[in-house]
């Protein structure tokens, strides 16, 4: 028989290791000394252990060893267990790809003088009922002035309706030239037909979107290319619509907190 020491080196694992197989009831000793605990092991046994080792490497769980060694599985639920396997390998691969890429524009904004005060984050958000009025523009530059007719007409509304204001504001923005632009309330989900041209509806969430906060002084152009650049740099494809996320404006305007989204594409 061979100790564990040996079976260790020629398995190329490590006592402990072994000492878990054991534990586990994947690669039991032959013989446990009753007196020190030692492991002995038949060297036939090392044949199994060859084939945890394989399959470890290949990326089997280790219970999936289990069945496969002791429950004779069919050879389709060894390849669906490998094509499994295969699937999450490739998508651990994509996650690393894409968080380099987000290293590496990371880097390129730390070489801007000065370095940008904008870190982009991807996240997803929920869906929520709002009240909103939504109306075409010829560009950017009409922003301003739309802004200035809709959210009055919103607050009346709600005024009229007896619903209280439920900060965020939320702007969207779909297109470039024209753009929809869209001003939304958050209301209770019980609104209906508010009227004076407003819809009452749930604005769906975003599955992914590339995010950044800007804090006073609103450096809009900053902000946006910010979050451009790094679009670019990472190699994600915006689906073209953009929101404004009010997330506190009610003190002055140099207080004022708000987060930018751009809505991104799902991974392929």
């Known amino acids: 028989m061979l100790g564990i ?26 013989w446990t000394d009753p007196n020190t605990g030692y492991r002995w092991y038949e060297p036939d046994q090392l044949h199994r252990l060859h084939r945890i080792v394989a399959m470890r490497d290949l990326g089997v769980r280790l219970v999936d060893i289990g069945r496969l ?12 267990i490998l094509l499994l396997r295969r699937a999450e390998a490739h998508d651990r691969m994509a996650a690393e790809a894409a968080r380099l890429a987000r290293v590496e524009a990371r880097l390129d904004q730390m070489k801007e003088e000065p370095m940008t005060d904008y870190d982009v984050v991807v996240k997803r958000t929920d869906p929520q009922w709002v009240v909103a009025i939504t109306e075409t ?17 919103l607050h009346a509304i709600l005024d009229r309706l007896g619903v209280d204001f439920r900060p965020p504001s939320i702007e969207v923005e779909r297109g470039t ?50 979050v451009r650049d790094w679009i670019v740099q990472t190699g994600e494809r915006p ?15 140099e207080t004022w907190v708000v987060e930018i989204e751009f809505a991104l594409e799902p991974r392929p």
């Open 5 to 30: 020491g040996a079976v260790a080196r020629l398995g190329g694992v490590s006592v402990r290791t072994l000492r878990y197989y054991d534990e586990i009831g994947l690669l039991r000793p032959m």
């Open 137 to 153: 523009i010829g560009g950017v530059d009409e922003v301003g002035d739309a802004q200035g007719r809709l959210w009055p007409r």
């Open 177 to 226: 030239g024209p753009i929809a632009l869209t001003a939304a309330l958050p209301v209770p989900d019980d609104v209906r037909d508010p009227g004076d041209g407003a819809e009452a509806f749930e604005l769906p969430g975003l599955e992914r979107a590339a995010t950044t906060v800007m804090r006073g002084g609103f450096d809009y152009h900053g902000a946006y290319q910010a």
């Open 69 to 80: 060694l002791d429950d004779d599985l069919s050879v389709d639920e060894l390849r669906g």
């Open 239 to 253: 689906t073209g619509e953009s929101r404004e996320i009010y997330l506190d404006c009610d003190g002055p305007r």
